[in-house]
Nanobody, 122 residues
Framework: QVQLVESGGGMVQPGGSLTLSCAPS????????IGWFRQAPGKEREGVSC????????YYGDSVKGRFTISKDNAKNTVYLQMTSLKPEDTAVYYC???????????????WGQGTQVTVSS
């Protein structure tokens, strides 16, 4: 069965850090693009970051550039999203996804993780 298993998330104060992980199950990240969208209450799902499992090329949304870092461990078949200098506006449910390209439209994404809540609040 193909699925994406997410972990991490939680509550943190502004300026703090969190790390999310996404582990494909049933397929290798070697030949896929793995990334995250996020969705805040009342807002559309927004692309955050993604990484190519084959060549390691990365993408970051403008709102997270310089603060978030995406990385992969092919041996563990896991992708990580390290989030630093977190702001209240980063509060959202973060959804891991997998596909063959970088998706600008979440409606085109073929596979999703279960989502994990990130709350940034004092």
């Amino acid at each position: 069965q193909v699925q994406l298993v997410e972990s991490g998330g939680g509550m943190v104060q502004p300026g703090g850090s969190l790390t999310l992980s996404c582990a494909p199950s049933g397929f290798s990240l070697d030949y896929h693009v793995i990334g995250w969208f996020r969705q805040a209450p009342g807002k559309e799902r927004e692309g955050v970051s993604c990484i190519s499992g084959s060549d390691g090329s990365t993408y970051y949304g403008d709102s997270v550039k310089g603060r978030f870092t995406i990385s992969k461990d092919n041996a563990k078949n896991t992708v990580y999203l390290q989030m630093t200098s977190l702001k209240p506006e980063d509060t959202a449910v973060y959804y891991c996804y997998a596909g063959t390209v970088r998706y600008s439209d979440y409606r085109a994404v073929p596979a999703w993780g279960q989502g994990t809540q990130v709350t940034v609040s004092s």
